[in-house]
């Protein structure tokens, strides 16, 4: 089945320690992508990746680090996690960047005390 | 820069109501246009998409949507709403060499049975 899946699912932390949240998908997607969603602000993008080793800054990147080593995988990681980073995270693949049509993950919902 | 209103943020309907749920961009050139759906505890959907030909699109679950270039609209719509499709829905429009998908507010659809 063709899916994006993501780990963990839900995510209590602490300021200050460094967390991995990790993406994959199975369909060869080139382009991945992770996105934050809170309530009023829809969903906003925080780091992009047109392919392997190739990776960019979305719209609200600070705090944030990716990384893309493989086709298929695409974590993110917060190396000191703050409490404005609580949210819901969503990872998302498609074909290229210019097919748009994006397969999006569960989610990850992260809560930083 | 771009951006997505989405002028309903929570709408309520009895079934069998009809639905129109309303998106305006903000883009001078040419965009992609998608609408999005979450239902609860779930993750991101897509429901239609629009890339260029017939301004009207149709979807899944009986669900289409009108582009209209002159007014930067890209109006949701169902005849006849069920209990089911109380969800979360999400208008985007996705341009330019990034692959970013620009997502509107969201409206939050409670449909009554």
């Known amino acids: 089945e063709a899916q994006v899946t993501q780990n963990p699912r839900y995510l209590i932390t602490v300021t200050g320690k460094k967390l991995t949240v990790t993406c994959s998908q199975n369909?060869?997607?080139?382009?991945m992508s992770w996105y934050r969603q809170d309530p009023g602000l829809g969903l906003r993008q925080i780091y992009y990746?047109?392919?392997?080793?190739?990776?960019d800054k979305g719209d609200v990147p600070e705090g944030y680090k990716v990384s893309r080593k493989e086709k298929r995988n695409f974590p993110l990681i917060l190396e000191s996690p703050s409490p404005n980073q609580t949210s819901l995270y969503f990872c998302?693949?498609?074909?290229?960047?210019?097919?748009?049509?994006?397969?999006f993950g569960p989610g990850t919902r992260l809560t930083v005390t | 820069a771009q951006s997505v209103s989405q002028h309903n943020h929570h709408v309520i309907l009895s079934e069998a109501a009809s639905l129109e749920l309303g998106c305006n961009y903000s883009y001078g050139g040419t965009v992609n246009l998608f609408w999005y759906v979450q239902y609860p505890g779930q993750h991101l959907q897509l429901l239609l998409k629009y890339f260029s030909g017939d301004p009207l699109v149709k979807g899944i679950k009986g669900f289409e949507a009108e582009f209209i270039k002159s007014k930067f609209s890209f109006n949701l719509r169902k005849p006849s709403v069920q209990w089911s499709d109380t969800a979360e829905y999400f208008c985007a429009i996705g341009s330019g060499n990034t692959g970013k998908l620009i997502f509107g507010q969201g409206t939050t659809l409670q449909v009554k049975p």
């Open positions: 998302a693949s498609s074909l290229s960047r210019g097919a748009y049509e994006q397969y």
């Open positions: 369909m060869n997607h080139e382009y």
């Open positions: 990746s047109m392919n392997v080793e190739v990776t």
